[in-house]
């Protein structure tokens, strides 16, 4: 059970987050059924199945809250509540803190301010300073972020804690974990090792907000319950998410592929061929320093080979590509080879195809909607007439053709020299006999 106050900070605290960070309405459905908890003190913590909420949620607001929640659910994400199990809790917690704010402050969210000052490691790396740290992170509302742990992982800042022999909380204070586990709404049992009665300690997020979970079950429910949040999202997004870093972190840690919208992977694949574009090669003569021959150093420079890069594309309009469709594509084929393109230098051909190649346009520019539009005809549909056309039109055939369509027509019997790109319409069930294949969507 958890009280209506701390439930409404959570809530708002969610479309804080949301909001914020697009990556993680991934978690939109886990987050809305996840089992809510009051917790006596502290902030927050989680045991993985469930987060629980304390009386210090009144010192953060909404904004604080979306990085504190994104806290707890990294956390669940990271497996923290199970891979703690044998290891010193504490330690871990500390670790895993350190690990999620790094992350969360430098990567995931950071338009939202840290909900504290930040902790430096060192802080506990020294013995005698450690408890000190501790109780001040706690008091005066720190937070465990240290810059220079941002490539580390929990494992190693913890072997970085346990070498230091760090052992502070822990010592003296195992006796205090009787008796702590009979009030409600607590984990109890196996899960209820963290200890009551210390306010810095119970449910702070420096170090006190991971609830050990020795139930290996209940680690590959709540997984199972986060890759179907992930599902949902992806069927409100009609498949692919928007390629973030974080986003792709994210899907990492649940094993689940990428899912790339059609403009992230056009991007990437016109970045490296303008990358490829350049060729490394030796300079034509080199004017040796006095005393340096016979010792000549692999000099390479690179040069911009003496062509430009260049494009066909095809769009099949007999298919059931729609106007709308064909303003998203040409925006964004526009402002790609605009972006990506133009200080390389391109040259290429644009077809309007049926079962024939009824219009063409030189590029640049990239013809306009409007333009486009003018000239649609219908027609069934072929692909074969558009190879033959980039055969007689292009004297150098192209780096890539890219053919937007359906995909549901006559194919050529054998692929070319080039790379072709299928750019498919979403409920196209085609499969192109050759070439790389991209859905459309927006
Ligand atoms: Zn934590």
Excluded: C
């Amino acid at each position: 059970m958890i009280s209506e106050d701390r439930k409404k900070w959570y809530y708002d605290s969610l479309a804080v987050l949301f909001l914020t960070s697009p990556a993680y309405s991934m978690f939109r459905d886990f987050l809305n059924s996840v089992p809510l908890e009051d917790l006596k003190s502290g902030v927050a913590a989680t045991d993985g199945t469930k987060i629980y909420i304390g009386p210090l949620y009144k010192q953060y607001n909404a904004s604080e809250g979306a990085f504190i929640i994104a806290h707890e659910l990294n956390h669940i994400l990271l497996r923290h509540p199970w891979r703690s199990v044998g290891k010193d809790r504490h330690l871990y917690n500390i670790a895993g803190d350190y690990v999620i704010n790094d992350t969360l402050h430098l990567k995931d969210l950071p338009n939202i301010p840290l909900p504290g000052k930040p902790i430096p490691i060192s802080d506990f790396l020294n013995p005698q300073e450690s408890k000190r740290a501790k109780a001040e992170a706690d008091d005066m509302k720190g937070i465990l972020y240290d810059e220079s742990l941002k490539d580390y992982d929990t494992d190693a800042i913890y072997r970085m804690l346990e070498n230091s022999k760090y052992r502070g909380q822990n010592e003296g204070e195992e006796g205090q974990e009787e008796g702590s586990e009979e009030s409600s709404g607590q984990p109890s049992g196996k899960q209820g090792k963290q200890r009551e009665g210390q306010e810095n300690e119970n449910g702070s997020i420096n170090g006190g907000d991971v609830i050990e979970n020795e139930n290996e079950d209940s680690q590959d429910e709540t997984v199972k319950k986060l890759r179907e949040s992930v599902n949902k999202w992806r069927e409100r997004q009609s498949g692919a998410g928007s390629g973030t870093d974080a986003e792709k972190r994210l899907l990492d840690l649940l094993d689940i592929k990428e899912i790339l919208p059609w403009t992230a992977i056009l991007q990437r694949y016109l970045k490296s061929l303008v990358a490829s574009n350049y060729t490394w090669s030796p300079p034509k003569a080199i004017y040796l320093p006095p005393g340096t021959a016979g010792n000549i150093p692999n000099t390479y420079v690179p040069r911009l080979r003496e062509r430009t890069i260049r494009i066909a594309v095809a769009i099949d309009t007999s298919s059931s590509i729609g106007n709308a469709d064909l303003n998203v594509f040409l925006t964004n084929i526009r402002a790609m080879f605009n972006a990506i393109l133009m200080q390389a230098g391109y040259s290429g051909i644009l077809m309007l195809t049926t079962d024939r190649v009824y219009s063409a346009f030189r590029m640049p520019p990239v013809p306009s909607v409007d333009t486009v539009v003018s000239q649609i005809l219908p027609g069934g549909t072929d692909f074969v007439p558009a190879f033959k056309f980039i055969e007689e039109y292009m004297q150098v055939p192209p780096d890539v053709f890219i053919y937007f369509t359906d995909g549901d027509g006559k194919y050529p019997d054998k692929a070319p020299r080039y790379d072709v790109l299928w750019l498919l319409t979403p409920n196209s069930t085609a499969t192109p006999p050759f070439g790389n294949v991209i859905r459309f969507s927006y």
